[in-house]
């Protein structure tokens, strides 16, 4: 082990770098530190985030990892016990609710059932002082976006579930607020609907430009309407990225296993390309890719790994470990390929099923460990007991708390993870690993989306 | 054995063994017993106030020169007290449903509504013993100086509306309560995070969402206010002359009844049509269902 300073330069950067750089970017939203404690519990603890105009942006975590608080305490429904909320560079942290530039689309909607559609929509005009032939013309232009123009002279309680939820986008949008604050407002919605719904979420941020910040547990949710995701648990931002960097390179095994499945597997550090300093990303997003294919294409840090009883190479962001570093390291089932004679693993094929347009296999490599693999639908598919040959592609190394610290000394909360049971499962010259296990402690993260018993849950 | 169906008699006995029947017969003296109870007494009034033998002259004394200024003053007083419950009841209910954490709520709730368990006439005694000129409320302010001397509080309006306030206000509380527990903070919250301020928050949200159980409570105490007899005649002077005092008076010091009866009915049929007028509302009667 060497010194673990030397893989902790993103960390200074961010904290200091938050608040000086506003001015280069069009940041709408920034939180400094923000803490909320209740009377026996901690539901934020120093949470900074900046949210850049015009972006789609989603706090993800699972439930009781204190997104919601953290919306309400941007939307002005609760105090933070300390820290600051800035929008559009002026502090609101003392402002009320009804005089912030943000409005909110509630979980359960809270559309004023005494009020018909069109009045409802009209509200926040109402009490901006908007005069009644101004109103009249933003209520229609409104309702119009959202497709339901007929509709204005309903009663709420006569609208369907889908429908009202557009009328309360709609009646949030209509004053052109500085940023749109969604809590779930489509958990309580079945999956066709959510996802017909997203894509009309994203269609109406896109006509009109707002800032959207949107607080989900659902992996699915998030990842298909983001412009950048922050991962939350318990009252701390993980994580911050595009959707794209935080599944292919996640620097948490918490965020890896959050956004889908993945093998976890820990090896030694053999040698790295020194590259790890200038990557890309830190905790507060404050970088992140614009461009994302960058994420995928060129991992700037490749650390070569004993692993498996062979050496695989695995990329790093935003930390570099040493050499002679015991690390975990995510593999995505869909990046294990399965070829008959090339692949440099051999190994057995465990079970094998179709999935339509995917299938999954479960594989034993020759050391014992369990991969999960996925190929394509008219892909190669071996039969169970067959055995086969493996490569692993864009292997990416998370942080692990295996040797009792953090490696990267900042952010993670070393033996509260939840993973842990799992983290072992793969490792090089560990003994036979339990799939169930593993798949055991996915689910125990309650993110859904689990391989091997055929069930894909959407996490709600 | 057969059983006759359709008289549900079983042949050779005399109980029925048709549930219908059975519960009819067994119900049938209490109910008897309950309508009587109930219609008699006021079958036997109405009869009195138009006799002998037959004559509206009761009524056309009623309704005329000295009994409607009474009669207007009772209303009066009753739209006055029930208006000042609901204005206190207004912010205690809001209060208690969504302010006060609810460890403390029941504890709360019975606090307030303590003074329902205690005999009406006792209470307003209560209240003469503590605003009499020797009484507790003058003395403190007499011992702790803001007065030079007694102010003379009992036997005025602000004595029985002081009253009124104290043993009708549990009965609107518990109704605006019910109807407030009901109101969705979300819809609070929603008006505010869309600009409301406090004030509109409660024109816009509270007030609609809580308008049929402010009614409901308003019908429970108003005819029990306009037709009060005990808190008049303990806490009022002798200008606050309510309408029940002139029936009572009626009844026992002139001993005319058939007059006695027919300022009643007057009195019951204004009430009445309020009453009707209240219920109109849907939303008013499901709040009344409650009681």
Redesign the interface.
């Known amino acids: 082990m060497t010194d673990p300073s030397g893989s902790t330069p993103g960390t200074g950067r961010s904290r200091t770098g938050n608040g000086t750089d506003d001015r280069d970017r069009d940041v709408v939203l920034r939180t400094d530190d923000l803490r909320k404690v209740y009377a026996d519990t901690v539901a934020l603890d120093g949470v900074s985030l900046t949210v850049e105009r015009g972006e789609f942006f989603s706090l993800l975590g699972p439930s009781g990892c204190g997104k919601t608080t953290l919306l309400r305490i941007i939307a002005g429904l609760e105090r933070p016990t300390a820290g600051d909320v800035v929008v559009d560079g002026r502090s609101v942290t003392a402002l009320p609710a009804s005089e912030r530039d943000s409005h909110m689309v509630f979980q359960d909607l809270a559309l004023f059932p005494h009020m018909t559609v069109a009045e409802n929509v009209a509200y926040g005009l109402r009490r901006a002082g908007v005069d009644r032939t101004e109103r009249e013309r933003r209520v229609r232009e409104a309702l119009e976006l959202i497709g339901l123009p007929e509709y204005g002279k309903r009663d709420p309680a006569a609208l369907s579930g889908g429908q009202r939820q557009r009328v309360a986008l709609a009646r949030s949008l209509v004053t052109e607020p500085a940023l749109l604050l969604l809590d779930e407002p489509l958990s309580s919605l079945d999956r066709q609907l959510r996802q017909d719904l997203q894509v009309e979420l994203q269609r109406v941020q896109s006509a009109v430009g707002t800032t959207f910040l949107y607080v989900t547990h659902n992996q699915d949710s998030a990842m298909s309407v983001s412009d950048r995701i922050a991962v939350m648990r318990e009252g701390r931002i993980i994580e911050t990225g595009t959707p794209e960097t935080l599944y292919e390179h996640p620097r948490t095994e918490f965020v890896a296993r959050f956004l889908g499945d993945a093998n976890v597997l820990s090896g030694e550090v053999l040698a790295t390309n020194g590259k790890g300093t200038t990557a890309q990303g830190n905790d507060t997003g404050e970088t992140d890719d614009t461009n994302d294919t960058s994420a995928r294409s060129r991992p700037d840090n490749i650390v070569r790994l004993g692993a498996l009883g062979t050496e695989i190479d695995a990329a790093t962001n935003g930390f570099e470990p040493s050499v002679g570093d015991r690390v975990s390291v995510i593999v995505r089932p869909e990046a294990v390929t399965i070829e008959s004679d090339s692949g440099s693993l051999g190994g057995r094929v465990l079970s094998a099923s179709y999935k339509g347009f995917y299938n999954e296999h479960e594989l034993e490599l020759d050391d014992g460990t369990v991969l999960e693999a996925r190929t394509d639908g008219d892909g190669p598919r071996p039969s169970p007991g067959e055995r086969t040959t493996v490569d692993l592609e864009r292997a990416a190394v998370v942080r692990s708390y295996s040797d009792g610290r953090d490696p990267d000394g900042e952010e993670g909360q070393p033996g509260a993870e939840p993973g842990a049971e799992a983290r072992t499962a793969a490792g090089a010259g560990t003994p036979a690993p339990d799939a169930k296990a593993q798949r055991r402690a996915r689910t125990g993260t309650g993110t859904g989306t689990e391989t091997g018993t055929g069930s894909r849950s959407d996490g709600d | 054995m057969a059983t006759d169906r359709r008289s549900g008699f079983e042949r050779g006995r005399w109980w029925p063994s048709s549930p219908r029947v059975r519960d009819g017969l067994i119900a049938f003296l209490p109910v008897a017993l309950a309508t009587c109870l109930g219609v008699v007494p006021l079958a036997v009034m109405a009869y009195e106030s138009v006799s002998p033998p037959i004559t509206l002259a009761n009524y056309a004394e009623a309704l005329g020169g000295v009994y409607l200024p009474v009669l207007g003053r009772s209303l009066l007083i009753g739209v006055v007290a029930t208006a000042a419950c609901l204005l206190i009841a207004y912010p205690v209910t809001y209060w208690l449903a969504h302010v006060c954490p609810a460890r403390y709520r029941l504890a709360a709730l019975i606090t307030l509504v303590l003074p329902l368990w205690l005999n009406y006439v006792v209470l307003n005694y209560a209240w003469v013993w503590i605003l009499a000129r020797g009484g507790v409320l003058n003395y403190l302010l007499v011992a702790l100086g803001p007065l030079g001397e007694p102010l003379s509080l009992l036997y005025t309006h602000t004595s029985m509306l002081i009253g009124f306030l104290y043993i009708y206000l549990p009965y609107v509380l518990l109704t605006m309560y019910a109807s407030m527990e009901r109101l969705?903070y979300?819809?609070v919250?929603?008006?505010?995070?869309?600009?409301?301020?406090d004030l509109?928050v409660f024109v816009?949200?509270v007030v609609?969402?809580t308008i049929a159980g402010a009614l409901a409570s308003a019908l429970i105490v108003y005819a029990r206010i306009a037709g009060a007899y005990a808190t008049p005649e303990i806490l009022g002077g002798p200008r606050n002359q309510m309408i029940s005092r002139l029936i009572v008076s009626a009844f026992y010091e002139f001993a005319d009844w058939g007059f006695a009866s027919a300022l009643s009915f007057v009195f019951l049929a204004v009430v009445f049509v309020g009453f009707c007028l209240g219920a109109l509302s849907g939303s008013v009667r499901n709040e009344l269902k409650r009681w």
């Open positions: 969705d979300r819809l919250e929603a008006a505010r995070d869309l600009g409301a301020g509109r816009d949200v609609p969402r």
